[in-house]
């Protein structure tokens, strides 16, 4: 029994859902969110709550369980995507390091040779703050939370003086460097 399946999700006012054959789209303020889901679980929409329901015997087949409880919470995403968004802070730390907006690119000094650009994807907003603040939001938590990796990956935080790119929230165990002898 899932414990987060369960529970009912609320639509709050201005949010509308249509559900065909496990596929949902959900429409709100800030955008449109579509997602299909596996046949193992049915979704209905009663009055303003969406229930997910299991289809099959859980004892039988334990992956139902799991099933129900992940789209249970995709579905809550959606919801919360297209009322509030999503927002992922990346901080540069570094003498030098520096981001930029352009247009619809985001460059950034890396201490590389050369200026990293980046596309800014489509139904992304990104912010730069001060030259080192980078600010990603966006309906979509999977796709803020990607493009929030990948722009991570370019110069990732090493451990001995901490410079790179990092999560705000993220906080980095520094390592002692070599002594001489």
Not at 40 to 63: A, C, L, R, W, Y
Not at 85 to 94: N, V
Not at 109 to 121: K, Q, W
């Amino acid at each position: 029994m899932s414990r987060i399946g369960k529970n009912p999700i609320d639509l709050p006012e201005g949010v509308t859902a249509e559900i065909m054959n496990n596929k949902i789209t959900i429409k709100g303020p800030k955008g449109e969110l579509t997602e299909h889901f596996t046949d193992k679980v049915k979704i209905s929409k009663k009055e303003n709550q969406i229930v997910v329901e299991p289809v099959g015997v859980i004892k039988k087949d334990k992956s139902i369980s799991a099933y129900w409880g992940t789209a249970r919470k995709l579905i809550q995403n959606l919801v919360d995507g297209v009322t509030n968004g999503f927002e992922r802070k990346l901080i540069l730390i570094g003498v030098g390091y520096r981001a930029a907006m352009q247009g619809n690119k985001l460059i950034l000094t890396l201490g590389y040779s050369h200026p990293v650009e980046m596309e800014v994807p489509e139904g992304l907003k990104v912010q730069v703050q001060d030259n080192v603040n980078i600010i990603i939001t966006g309906s979509n938590k999977y796709q803020v939370g990607q493009y929030a990796a990948v722009i991570r990956e370019k110069r990732k935080p090493e451990p001995y003086k901490g410079k790179g790119l990092r999560y705000a929230d993220e906080h980095i165990k520094h390592k002692v460097g070599k002594t001489g002898v």
